[in-house]
């Protein structure tokens, strides 16, 4: 793998078709979710975003096991190694990676690690995991269908915001993972994750409730673009039960465009 090689004029031609295409795609999937849903309902047969691409043996024609998105993962895992990029390398107790189906068709990004996934090494496993995972259920899923991670991978001691310099040492790694799993979908938990990856300050209450797009920096074999749909943080619906309503409502545009079919 690598970053992709253009060698002809061919070449550079299909890759700008598939960016305009990419656009289009956005721009009419924005508009029908704001309501102008003249081209008809959401069909992700037809729709579905650029994917990484599926490396194949050529000569037994199936996809070559050596780069399956389990191995990539696993290999990016060891690559990580115990990390010290950042000064969060010498007070985490554990570094948690981020867990599930490599093959997921939706990911959860949370914000990093709390004093019980500092402890397991596992993301989502205290209270607000514990909602996560009601949350994934009512979805019709299991937590072993999707694929959970954070912006950050060691906790920030006394749960503080992660700084600056941290982020920027440790999310590509994320951007890493999304780039392999290639997910249909992300939903991001929490302002901290939805404006991380979208790049933005916009505050949660507007981002949520609606499809943004978020396309990895780093070089991929092609333009990836990827629909997130951010949402409260579970923490957040803990002291905020209110909000569970427009959670689900969320949670249902997550499913629609995994493909899940439309939840009343
Ligand atoms: N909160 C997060 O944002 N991530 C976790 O893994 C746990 C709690």
Known sequence: MGERKIKSDTDIFVHDLVDVITDLRNYLVSLNHLGLDYYGPIDNSLWLPPQMPVVMDERK?????????????????????????CRLGETRTNLVFGEGNPDADIVFVGEGPGRDEDLRGRPFVGAAGKLLDNMIRAMGLERKDVYIGNIIKCRPPGNRNPAEDEIEACFPYLEEQLSIISPKVICALGKFAAQTLLDTNVPISRLRGRINYYTPSIAMDKKISIPVVPTYHPAYLLRNAGQKKVVWEDLKLVMELAGLGKKE
Do not use: F, N, Q, V
């Open 61 to 85: 024609k199936i996809p070559d096991p050596r780069y399956s998105k389990a191995i990539l993962l696993e290999r990016l895992r060891k690559k990580i190694g115990d990390c010290h990029k």
